[in-house]
Each structure stands twice: as C-alpha cells, then as structure tokens.
C-alpha cells in the first residue's frame, strides 16, 4: 500500500535512508551521506504532501517524493518538455532488506501514474552517475537520460538527469 507520509513516520524513513546508505557504500556508491537525505528535507516534503511511503505488512519499506518544485539545479538541462508542468522524484528508497522483489518499481508505478491522472507532461529526476543500477531501472522504464548536474555536499561526481514524456 501507498499513502502520503505523516510526521510520524520520519523516524522509520530515516531508519531507511540511512540503511540504504550503508547498503550503497557496501557496493562502493558513495550517493547518500550524513548531509543527505536528512530530516528536514523530510519533514518539509510531508508538509507539502510531497512524500508517500510504501508499507509492507503495517511496516514502512520505501519512501518516494513527488514533487511539482524544479530544483534551480535542473535549470541548465535541455529537458524534452517545457518547463511548467512536471513532476520530479526525489529520495526513491527501498530497505535493503525488501529490495529485489519489484517495490521501487511500484513506487514508480505509482508516481508516473500520479502525473498522469492530475495531466503532468513528463517525470523528471535525477541519479548518481556511479549507480548503474539505478541508471538502468529508469532507462528500463523508458526515461531518457539528459545531461548532468552536481550537488557537491553529497559527491565530487555528477548526476544524470532523466525525463519520462507522458
């Protein structure tokens, strides 16, 4: 099941990020540090309705932002649609321990068909260049990679910037 996030839930959110932190610096993908994702990010997503969480049993195992905000890093991207009418994902995650069974995937699911029903023309995002796997699920889903930007707080390496045309 998906829902919108409450402020109750940050705490199990958190508990995610950071594992799947650890489960990435394990494989050698320095994408998630201590200054990202954070609480305040977090709890300013939930207080725009921004943030959905996935639960498994009456546990939280992911987490999704869909947002209608361009981020000013996206500015320099030649993007396939104007910019006045997207959504962008943000902090996608997964527990380790449920990953490999299809839930990114329905998070996903999930956020295209959001876009869709409310007449969104395309799903923006971004993902660290050193995430292959993360590259090849979005391009699995057809995203189109764009061009590259940067968040020096979280990596000396770029990440790539996708669209999904609906």
């Given at each position: 099941m998906i829902r919108k996030a409450r402020l109750t839930d940050i705490d199990d959110i958190l508990r995610i990020?950071?594992?799947c932190a650890r489960h990435m610096t394990s494989q050698d993908i320095h994408q998630w540090n201590e200054n990202y994702p954070n609480k305040q990010a977090?709890?300013?997503?939930?207080?725009?309705d921004e943030l959905y969480v996935l639960k498994e049993q009456n546990n939280i195992i992911g987490c999704i932002v869909v947002s209608a905000i361009m981020d000013e890093e996206y500015l320099s991207i030649?993007?396939?649609?104007?910019n006045d009418?997207?959504?962008?994902?943000?902090r996608v995650a997964i527990d380790p321990e449920y990953q490999g069974q299809g839930n990114a995937q329905k998070l996903m699911a999930f956020a295209e068909q959001f876009a869709k029903e409310n007449n969104y023309k395309s799903v923006?995002?971004?993902?660290?260049?050193?995430?292959?796997?993360n590259q090849k699920f979005y391009e699995h889903r057809d995203y189109k990679k764009l061009g590259?930007?940067?968040?020096?707080k979280q990596s000396?390496?770029?990440?790539?910037?996708?669209?999904l045309v609906l």
């Amino acid at each position: 099941m998906i829902r919108k996030a409450r402020l109750t839930d940050i705490d199990d959110i958190l508990r995610i990020t950071k594992s799947c932190a650890r489960h990435m610096t394990s494989q050698d993908i320095h994408q998630w540090n201590e200054n990202y994702p954070n609480k305040q990010a977090f709890i300013s997503d939930v207080e725009r309705d921004e943030l959905y969480v996935l639960k498994e049993q009456n546990n939280i195992i992911g987490c999704i932002v869909v947002s209608a905000i361009m981020d000013e890093e996206y500015l320099s991207i030649q993007w396939l649609t104007p910019n006045d009418n997207n959504v962008y994902i943000h902090r996608v995650a997964i527990d380790p321990e449920y990953q490999g069974q299809g839930n990114a995937q329905k998070l996903m699911a999930f956020a295209e068909q959001f876009a869709k029903e409310n007449n969104y023309k395309s799903v923006r995002l971004d993902t660290f260049s050193q995430n292959q796997r993360n590259q090849k699920f979005y391009e699995h889903r057809d995203y189109k990679k764009l061009g590259d930007i940067y968040f020096p707080k979280q990596s000396e390496h770029p990440f790539c910037c996708y669209e999904l045309v609906l």
